[in-house]
């Protein structure tokens, strides 16, 4: 395997997503890491590569790495980009979005939440270590991927079978979800106020985790530690 550089790019496409616009998306940010990553690796921009302002571009951002990857190789490879850029947007997009935001987020909240145990702080902590290593893991891993790969990356996840992890990470939150509330009530068990009052905060845990977009986890947990800690809990 080609020997990539990877660490300018990497550092970048953590906020890449930044100057999201209605208009083309993360268009503008995507085509400044497309230059970025290229520059470094010494292969210049095929012609066929789309420069305008109103670029469109639009996929998860945990993701956005294999991307980059993909369209290094087939530059190298075949002179151009086609539209695998489009096609592997979405298509990522979709897997992305159904693991990371629907299903990591709640597994990592109820994961954390044991922490209270100890320090309520630590839940905080402990739930950026566990949705952030899923985060830098496929970005690093995605440069490299997505290069090896190239325009046949989609095989790499069917081998892993990522379609399935959100449905094994959902059983897994469902177990935990089920384990903190029996903890609850037999912790309170003296005190049915606080038993229905801690089961109707994890309810709302889950509903908050699941359904709300884009980068708002630390918002999320500080809000869920701060009803936990005027519960009493």
Do not use: C
């Not at 997503?17 to 993360?26: L, S």
């Not at 003296?190 to 709302?204: E, G, P, Q, R, T």
């Amino acid at each position: 395997m080609k020997n990539l550089v990877i660490l300018p790019t990497l550092l970048k496409s953590m906020f890449y997503q930044g100057n999201w616009n209605i208009t083309n998306m993360q268009g503008t940010g995507f085509r400044w890491l497309v230059k970025d990553f290229f520059k470094n690796n010494n292969t210049k921009l095929p012609s066929d590569f789309d420069l305008s302002p109103i670029y469109y571009f639009n996929t998860n951002p945990y993701l956005v790495t294999f991307i980059l990857g993909l369209l290094l190789k087939e530059t190298q490879m075949r002179g151009k980009i086609g539209d695998y850029d489009k096609i592997y947007a979405s298509a990522l997009a979709a897997l992305g979005d159904t693991f990371f935001w629907h299903s990591l987020r709640p597994f990592a909240f109820f994961i954390s939440l044991w922490a209270i145990l100890i320090n309520p702080i630590l839940v905080i902590i402990l739930y950026f270590i566990i949705f952030n290593l899923f985060n830098i893991v496929f970005r690093v891993l995605g440069f490299y991927y997505g290069y090896t790969f190239g325009a046949n990356v989609m095989q790499l996840f069917n081998k892993i079978k990522f379609n399935k992890w959100s449905r094994i990470y959902d059983g897994i939150t469902t177990f935990m979800a089920g384990v903190v509330i029996a903890y609850v009530i037999n912790h309170y068990i003296s005190d049915s106020i606080h038993v229905i009052k801690s089961v109707a905060l994890f309810i709302v845990g889950i509903i908050v985790s699941k359904w709300v977009r884009g980068p708002l986890e630390l918002m999320i947990v500080t809000t869920i530690l701060g009803v936990l800690l005027l519960f009493g809990v």
